[in-house]
């Protein structure tokens, strides 16, 4: 299985798209100051995650969400407030 994920900046709000074979390790890579792109600032939570059968599916979403459609998709259907406060709601 691959990964594609979303981390989000928890202070900042900016988020950051990656995929990897191994989530869990990846995301101890993230947390630890080992990924070039996260390592400045570590307050990263992961945010979303889908599991593909091929890493070349998990690639070319990845590639999606980091495009200009991809990222308005990505806004819209991760980060809306309607969405943060569905997620709210059912946290409690």
């Known amino acids: 299985m691959y990964y ?23 995301l101890k890579k993230h947390k630890s100051g080992k990924v070039l792109s996260t390592k400045s600032n570590l307050n ?20 999606y969400l980091k495009s200009g459609s991809g990222r308005a998709f990505m806004k819209k259907r991760f980060f809306s407030k309607a969405v943060v406060l569905a997620k709210d709601t059912t946290a409690g």
């Open 4 to 26: 594609t994920y979303i981390l989000r900046n928890q202070i900042t709000g900016r988020y950051y798209v990656g995929s990897s074979p191994d989530l869990k390790n990846r």
């Open 44 to 63: 990263y939570e992961l945010e979303w995650y889908c599991g593909f059968k091929t890493k070349s599916q998990a690639i070319a979403f990845e590639q």
